[in-house]
């Protein structure tokens, strides 16, 4: 899920820079530091989106930079296992779809998209179903639940996210309008039906009347 979090870090303000000014310049080393980073208590750093406050600057011997306690605005994405997800299909492969959550990608494996066997069209770098004929493919919006999650603060790249779509729910914008249409027609028919079944039995009660009344 998404967060829009208030922060606090001390920030460095390097010599070359001490002219500028001081919010813009803060921003720009926050922005640098921390966009596309992992903390575990805070989530992944999706962007820095203002400077709300900054103390007194503070000298440090041999340093020329100036240091700040800042309190600044992040947005950040915090990830939890059976989460459900939204995100867009960036890359398929034949072993898979990788899928973009904002800043970082995860795996949809071939073996999570569905029940069926799934061939895989190159040409159209599409992930098929065999018997529905659904598909995925680059640019597609997908709604997925998270199965595996190791988050790397070192090296972010490394992370390794899972997903999958073998669940009501879930699947492609596409694949839950048409599942929303099919629920439609099936209520439809079931209410059609139980009209039918009651039909005859007010019709025979009727003619019961009719022949006391004789």
């Known amino acids: 899920m998404y967060h829009k979090l208030m922060l606090e ?17 803060i921003l720009d080393v926050l922005q640098e530091q921390l966009e596309g980073s992992i903390d575990k208590e805070i989530g992944i750093f999706i962007c820095v989106t203002k400077v709300e406050d ?13 240091y700040y306690d800042v309190k600044f605005e992040a ?4 990830l939890g296992l059976q989460e459900v997800i939204e995100g867009v299909v960036v890359e398929t492969t034949s ?17 999570q998209i569905s029940d069926e066997y799934i061939n895989y069209d ?7 179903c065999q018997e529905s004929k659904r598909f995925i493919g680059v640019g597609d919006v997908v709604r997925v639940r998270v199965v595996t999650l190791s988050l ?13 779509m073998r669940q009501a729910g879930l699947g492609t914008a596409l694949w839950l309008e048409e599942e929303m249409e099919m629920e439609k027609e099936r209520k439809a028919d079931s209410s059609s039906g139980s009209a039918k079944e009651r039909a005859p039995e ?5 003619r019961k009347d009719h022949a006391s009344s004789e």
């Open 202 to 206: 007010k019709a025979k009660g009727k």
């Open 9 to 25: 870090d001390k920030v460095r303000v390097p010599p070359q820079r001490l002219g500028e000014k001081l919010e813009k310049v």
């Open 122 to 128: 190159e040409k159209n770098a599409r992930l098929i």
């Open 54 to 66: 900054v103390g007194e600057g503070e000298l440090v011997p041999g340093d020329g930079g100036v």
């Open 95 to 111: 072993f898979g779809a990788f899928v973009s959550l904002g800043p970082i990608d995860a795996m949809l494996h071939v073996s």
């Open 75 to 78: 947005l950040v994405l915090r």
């Open 152 to 164: 790397n603060e070192r090296e972010p790249r490394d992370s390794k996210i899972g997903l999958t």
